[in-house]
Each structure stands twice: as structure tokens, then as C-alpha cells.
């Protein structure tokens, strides 16, 4: 009985070595297989690359990139031409195979995300990089991003923003390798933020006084999260004034309920100077609804001299004074 048992026992720890044998020489999805198979010999330097890529080559060496590319210590599968674009044998092989070969113009947003966090792992994981809404949307990171742009391209935007007024900044200038500037870049899906900046009142966006990711991560990572506390909102980085605490808080502000900040304004621009999403008495009543029919207390809930500490207050549980 018992040499049965030990050959059962003998048996299962057989399958068991052979999934996980199996599970560890299954190959690595496209283009990380490039860089797993890819043998000392593969690498071939960047100067042979330069014999048939040579304007790519060109603007490479004035890239951010090169900088990083070019150290000798790094391992061969992060320098030059191949840290990004695979080993540069495999792709000699054939060179109209676009497996043996990192395209990014021609690649999956996925596929690019892999190739681009190889490095980039400090930015976010792959697994972060698939709960964005980018990803979700089929946006990689070359959508927004040059490996090696031209010095043109480096400097400042190609084109205005259309229909854009003369006070509008036309020419911002370019970082993170960006395809333009922010505004133009967010802008060309982002539309309806745009417009709601050409409102009367608006952040000063378009002035070229922020950007986009002033309030916006479009790199979302856990440690980014940890540093950003759970309940105020992001406008609390410029307006500290309404930060409290508060021994009254109004609930929005503090975060418990709502939209936070949003509930009441409207970030991007508005009609009215405060950026509040409506003139009247009507924005209290989105939540307020029992007030609505017999209580009036004039244009607004605060204007007319009632509850004028909106944000919270130290004194009054109805926020009626600071």
C-alpha cells in the first residue's frame, strides 16, 4: 500500500514539474519574443542600422532617447537602435516580416505599451497601462508620444488651434517627446474640453498658463495614487484656500458625496466668472431638492446673504457663516 501511495505521490510532482516546464518555455508575446530569443550576436549596433534608416537615424541622435541609449553599460537589449526596435540580425533575416521587427506606426497599442515599458516600468506597469481609459480606447503610447522626433517637432506646435482666438498662445512649447502640445494633442479627441475652454470664463489653458496634466495623470500608477489623498479633489493643489478642515464641512467639498468639485463647477470653462455650472438658486437644487418649491431666498443660495460659506464652515451647520 504504501509503494502505492509514494508512486501517486511520485506521480502528481512528475505533472506538476511538467506544467510548470511548459508554462516557462511558452514564448513571450509580441515584441518582448524579439528580445527573450535574441542571442549577443543578434545586437549588431546602431551604426549598421544607420546604413538603411538614415534619417530616422538622424533625428535619433538628437532625441532624449539617445542619451540613455548610447551607455556602454547598459545591457545590449537597452542600447541604440535595437533597445527599441528588436534585435537588428532577427530583423535581417527577412526584412519585410513585421514579426521580426518592432514597427510602432504599424504595431497594437498593446503590443507598443509592451516594447515602451520595457523601460518605462518607473512610469507604470502593463497591467496599469490596461485599466486606462487610453488603453481601453486603442490609444498606444506613439498616439501621443516620438521616439525621435524632428528638432522641429521638438521645438513647438505645427499648427493653431482651429478657430482659435488671436489671444489664444499659438506656439507652446513641446515636452515628453510629445507629437504636439498639449492642447493640440489632448484637443484632437478631447473636443468638447476645448470648447467649453472658449467659454467667457476658463482655466487658462489655451493662455499656455497650464496644461493638461496640471490636473490631469494621464499615467495613472499605484504609487501616483498613494500620494493623492482619497477624498479632496485635485483643484485643492491651486486652491488651497478651500481646503479646510472644516468643522462643517458641505458634503461635495469633503468628498463624501458627488462629483466633489465638479458637482458645483464646471473645470474647463462656464459662462459664469466662478466656473459654477448654473447662475441661479438651480445648482443648490440639484441636491437641495426639498427647498426648491418654498423656500426663496433670491438670485442665489449665497448672493443673497444666507449661506455664503459654501465650501464649509467653523461656526454653522447650515453654512451660513464662515
Not at 118 to 127: I, K, N
Not at 236 to 252: I, Q
Request: hydrophobic letters at 30%; glycine letters at 8%; aromatic letters at 6%.
Amino acid at each position: 500500500m504504501a509503494w502505492r501511495v509514494s508512486a501517486l505521490v511520485l506521480g502528481l510532482g512528475f505533472c506538476a514539474v511538467t506544467v510548470l516546464s511548459g508554462r516557462e518555455r511558452k514564448e513571450p508575446p509580441f515584441p518582448l519574443n524579439l528580445f527573450a530569443k535574441a542571442k549577443k550576436e543578434d545586437y549588431i549596433g546602431e551604426k549598421e542600422c544607420a546604413r538603411c534608416h538614415k534619417p530616422y537615424f538622424a533625428s535619433y541622435e538628437r532625441s532624449p532617447h539617445a542619451l540613455y541609449m548610447r551607455d556602454t553599460k547598459a545591457p545590449l537589449d537597452r542600447q541604440g537602435c535595437e533597445g527599441c526596435h528588436g534585435p537588428g540580425e532577427i530583423h535581417l533575416e527577412e526584412v519585410e516580416d513585421a514579426t521580426k521587427v518592432v514597427r510602432y506606426r504599424k504595431s497594437k497599442p498593446e503590443e507598443i505599451a509592451r516594447a515602451c515599458l520595457r523601460c518605462h516600468g518607473d512610469t507604470m506597469r502593463l497591467a496599469q497601462w490596461h485599466r486606462t481609459d487610453h488603453a481601453k480606447s486603442d490609444v498606444s503610447c506613439t498616439s501621443c508620444h516620438q521616439i525621435h522626433p524632428s528638432l522641429e517637432e521638438q521645438r513647438v506646435g505645427k499648427a493653431p488651434l482651429p478657430g482659435s482666438a488671436p489671444w489664444v498662445a499659438e506656439r507652446v512649447p513641446i515636452a515628453g517627446l510629445l507629437t504636439s502640445d498639449q492642447v493640440r494633442l489632448c484637443g484632437g479627441c478631447h473636443q468638447r474640453a476645448v470648447n467649453q475652454m472658449r467659454l467667457p470664463f476658463h482655466h487658462p489653458v489655451l493662455q499656455g498658463r497650464m496644461v493638461c496634466t496640471d490636473c490631469h495623470d494621464v499615467h495613472p500608477s499605484k504609487s501616483g495614487r498613494k500620494k493623492a489623498h482619497p477624498f479632496k479633489s485635485t483643484c485643492l493643489t491651486c486652491h488651497a484656500e478651500k481646503t479646510g478642515p472644516f468643522v462643517f464641512e458641505h458634503d461635495p467639498v469633503a468628498g463624501w458625496s458627488g462629483e466633489g468639485c465638479t458637482e458645483c463647477h464646471q473645470p474647463h470653462g462656464a459662462p459664469h466668472p466662478s466656473l459654477v455650472k448654473a447662475f441661479s438658486r438651480g445648482l443648490c437644487n440639484q441636491c437641495h431638492t426639498d427647498k426648491g418649491n418654498a423656500h426663496f431666498p433670491g438670485w442665489t443660495c449665497w448672493q443673497a446673504g444666507c449661506h455664503v460659506a459654501v465650501h464649509g464652515s467653523n461656526s454653522d451647520p447650515f453654512l451660513r457663516t464662515p
